[in-house]
């Protein structure tokens, strides 16, 4: 089955700086690869995604990149600010009827200021 | 819509005891899921269904049970709790094949003494 690595599980950058956070994956048949949100309390939401056939995608602050021949995707963080402080998840699977998502052991991302 | 609603939010039980979380979701989702969040190895799937009538076993289901009966509700049962057990619970739903568009309810804290 997928086994998805994440790294590193603490990150703490001050407001304005720009945060990494990389997972790798290891089946090579998964094609989709979102990330997700989780606030203090509350369910993980998803905040971007990636398919396999997409190199980058950016959704303003946000964006993710994806290294199919190295299995491993990032999330890019740019200009943090302290509502961005949560746990990052990211995941691998693939879409279709039977699609099932494997995720990552989770970031917690700190902004200070 | 509410959405996918969760009961109860906390929980605690004794070890031996017998208890259900219930799920459930007003958006007409076929695919409903459970995962379980444990520090340091996120979200496991415990269970899952694709439809009413069908359930299916996921990463992590000894120790719990499933049903469908509807398509709105989703329950966990824990038949006899063990500590092992103590987590924090999350249902989940979205339309059959659009794993893109999972949505997560806000968690149960479970735990067994």
């Known amino acids: 089955g997928e086994n998805v690595e994440q790294h590193p599980s603490t990150l703490s950058v001050q407001e304005g700086d720009s945060a990494v956070i990389k997972c790798t994956y290891s089946?090579?048949?998964?094609?989709?690869f979102p990330w997700y949100k989780q606030e203090l309390g509350k369910g993980p939401q998803l905040i971007i995604d990636i398919r396999s056939n997409v190199g980058e995608k950016k959704d303003q602050r946000i964006a993710v990149t994806l290294n199919k021949t190295a299995k491993h995707f990032s999330l890019h963080i740019t200009e943090t600010q302290p509502e961005d402080s949560a746990v990052y998840f990211c995941?691998?699977?693939?879409?279709?009827?039977?699609?099932?998502?494997?995720f990552g052991t989770g970031t917690r991302l700190q902004v200070t200021l | 819509n509410a959405g996918v609603t969760q009961t109860p939010k906390f929980q605690v039980l004794k070890t031996g005891q017998s208890m259900t979380l219930q799920c459930a979701q007003d958006?007409?989702?076929?695919?409903m899921s459970w995962y379980r969040q444990d520090p340091g190895m996120g979200l496991r799937l415990i269970h899952y269904?694709?439809?009413?009538?069908?359930?299916d076993q996921g990463e992590v289901p000894n120790g719990y049970n499933v049903s469908r009966s509807t398509t709105e509700d989703f329950p966990l049962r824990l038949l006899s709790a063990a500590p092992s057990q103590t987590s924090v619970y999350f249902c989940a739903s979205r339309k059959q094949g659009r794993v893109h568009e999972q949505y997560f309810g806000p968690g149960t804290r479970l735990t067994v003494t």
């Open positions: 995941a691998a699977g693939y879409t279709g009827t039977a699609s099932k998502l494997t």
């Open positions: 269904s694709v439809g009413a009538g069908i359930t």
């Open positions: 089946d090579s048949a998964s094609n989709y």
């Open positions: 958006m007409n989702h076929e695919y």
